[in-house]
């Protein structure tokens, strides 16, 4: 996405006094440790914002899915956004778009159908290097969110009003 200038992929958030060891695809698969498959995302305020980004990730997601995105299942699948715990205003940020999504869901889905989790961000685990820019490496690769999508999100225009208070 425009602005968006580094990816990288992961694990985050898993069970406390986890090692660096057990931070492995084969191993958090298992579902022993608590972590989520996840993707760390740099980003150029000035070229995009968080509001932007959280937009796009509401829009490949299911919000209504526990431990389940697309046909990967398992708890390291739990929709979630983290957060470095210094940076209050990207908290602030994430709690104001989780709670207008929250809304909408619930509007749509009926009262707790929303599922995504919201956490500040205890440790980052980098994936072994075949997981990272998968897609590129693998062409044929299985990625629940279409291409197409993916595209569309990239070149469309986000519009700042989307989540303004009286939006929800």
């Not at 968080?50 to 937009?55: F, N, R, W």
């Not at 205003?89 to 995504?116: N, P, T, W, Y």
Request: aromatic share 12%.
């Amino acid at each position: 996405m425009p602005g968006v200038f580094d990816t990288c992929v992961g694990y985050a958030n898993g069970r406390q006094n986890i090692t660096e060891a057990e931070a492995r695809y084969e191993t958090v698969c298992t579902g022993t440790t608590g972590l989520h498959e996840c993707c760390r995302v740099s980003f150029n305020a000035m070229k995009t914002s968080s509001d932007a980004l959280l937009y796009a990730f509401f829009r490949i997601i299911d919000p209504t899915l526990t431990d389940q995105q697309g046909n990967d299942i398992g708890s390291q699948y739990q929709a979630a956004a983290f957060w470095p715990p210094e940076d209050r205003q990207l908290e602030a940020d994430v709690l104001r778009v989780f709670s207008i999504e929250r809304a909408r869901c619930e509007k749509a889905h009926g009262a707790g159908s929303f599922r995504v989790q919201a956490q500040p961000l205890r440790e980052f685990f980098p994936a072994e290097q075949y997981h990272q820019d998968y897609l590129v490496k693998n062409p044929g690769g299985y990625c629940h969110v279409p291409l197409s999508v993916i595209r569309r999100l990239s070149t469309e225009a986000f519009d700042p009003r989307t989540y303004r208070r009286s939006n929800g």
